[in-house]
């Protein structure tokens, strides 16, 4: 009976753990693809909070960014 205790509460642990770790790799992924948005350093980028983009602002900070046709880099900083 001890060692089924045993089995299951070190079991139950390496469950935990392996979903944490799943869970982080899987955030780790998606702030990685969040940093490829290049808007802060879009021409168009106003950083206001009712227009953050004067060419789309539908999509300005937002995944559907990441291959903007209007994309232009901002050199007067």
Same mark, same amino acid.
């Given at each position: 009976?001890?060692?089924?205790?045993? %089995?299951?509460? *070190?079991?139950?642990?390496?469950?935990a753990?392996l979903? %944490?770790?799943?869970? *982080?790799?899987?955030?780790?992924?998606y702030?990685?693809?969040?940093?490829?948005?290049? $808007?802060?350093? $879009?021409?168009?980028?106003?950083?206001s $909070?009712?227009?953050?983009?004067?060419?789309?602002?539908?999509?300005a $900070?937002?995944?559907?960014?990441?291959?903007?046709?209007?994309?232009?880099?901002?050199?007067?900083?």
């Open positions: 009976m001890v060692l089924i205790c045993f %089995v299951l509460t *070190w079991a139950t642990i390496f469950s753990l979903t %944490v770790a799943c869970q *982080w790799k899987t955030g780790f992924i702030l990685k693809r969040l940093h490829q948005i290049p $808007c802060h350093q $879009c021409k168009y980028f106003t950083n $909070c009712y227009l953050k983009c004067t060419v789309n602002p539908d999509l $900070c937002s995944e559907d960014a990441i291959d903007c046709r209007d994309y232009q880099f901002r050199s007067n900083r």
